[in-house]
């Protein structure tokens, strides 16, 4: 959870995790689910997801997809060796089905969203939610300080076997200079990146709060420390389904449907399948 990238894991509430009298955090799957059987004993709501954004609810399977990500499963996919309706896929979205099952997740998970999600983790009334790192920025702006954030918030990467956090792409990571035919522009341009990204960079972070990208300039000491251990997951990840398979079919849409009961897990590997080939073949990637 950072104001830059995408990682993927879990933010958790210190208070609530002390309130159960659970005192190091998970180092894998296993141990995190025995966390939340011990919240829930004590009260509290251990995950929470959003079914009616629908998004948020594809990053459990997918961190529970980390180690076969890591095993180059999704190589495998796009060279069609594997399929989404194999077990690797079918399993990771039974446990997470069997989560909600056991009653760890909110109840109104049908109706939950982002932003409830949001404001339930920083309140301590969830424990853990498994977002991408732009919940850090929704997080502080609740929060109010990043002093407030810290004290309330931690961060794990989690894995079927270990703390492996996963990266995926973002929307609002690039810098992009267009090619437009205007030497003048193009030089002005390729000068102002040149100011940004080297004199001016310390001074743009100061001013936003930014972590630094660049080793040899250190980050803001305004940043969060939670947004510096969010980054600092990178040495320890995978890429996600967007990062590596051809094509990303609509995760998040079928494990939704499933959650409001109008799928099955085999349909949603199906559909998930399905949609993948239709994609890749659209691109026109090769064996499709």
């Known amino acids: 959870m950072s104001p830059f990238g ?23 799957f296993t141990q ?23 998004w948020p609810t594809q990053f459990m399977v997918q961190s529970l997809l980390g180690d076969a990500a890591k095993s180059g499963w999704y190589q495998k996919l796009n060279s069609r060796e594997a399929k989404f309706t194999d077990p690797t896929f079918i399993n990771a979205v039974t446990t997470y089905k069997a989560l909600i099952d056991q009653g760890l997740y ?8 982002f932003a409830a999600q949001t404001t339930a983790l920083l309140k301590g009334d969830v424990a853990m939610v498994n977002q991408g790192s732009f919940l850090g920025p929704a997080l502080l702006a609740e929060a109010g300080d ?10 794990f990467g989690i894995s079927p076997t270990s703390n492996l956090t996963l990266s995926l792409p973002g929307q609002t990571d690039a810098i992009v200079a267009f090619k437009t035919g205007n030497a ?13 990204m080297g004199q001016g960079y310390a001074a743009f972070l100061d001013d936003r709060s930014y972590i630094s990208l660049q080793p040899k300039v250190p980050s803001p000491s305004t940043v969060p420390k939670l947004f510096i251990q969010v980054a600092s997951g990178l040495k320890n990840s995978v890429g996600a389904i967007q990062s590596q398979a051809l ?5 998040h849409v079928y494990l939704s449907n499933m959650i409001n009961g109008t799928m099955t897990i085999e349909e949603v590997a199906q559909a998930m399948q399905t949609q993948f080939e239709q994609l890749a073949k659209a691109q026109g990637a090769k064996g499709f």
């Open 184 to 196: 003048k522009r193009e030089a002005a341009t390729k000068q102002f990146l040149a100011y940004w």
């Open 6 to 28: 995408h990682q993927q894991n879990l933010g958790s509430n210190k208070e609530a995790f002390a309130k159960a009298g659970i005192t190091t955090l998970p180092k894998n």
């Open 146 to 155: 990043a002093a407030t954030l810290d004290a309330k918030i931690g961060y």
């Open 106 to 113: 909110n109840s109104d998970i049908k109706s939950g969203t």
């Open 247 to 251: 094509a990303t079919p609509d995760i």
């Open 32 to 54: 995190m689910t025995a966390a939340a059987v011990k919240l829930k004993a004590a009260g509290i709501t251990p995950f929470y997801d959003a079914a009616k954004d629908a």
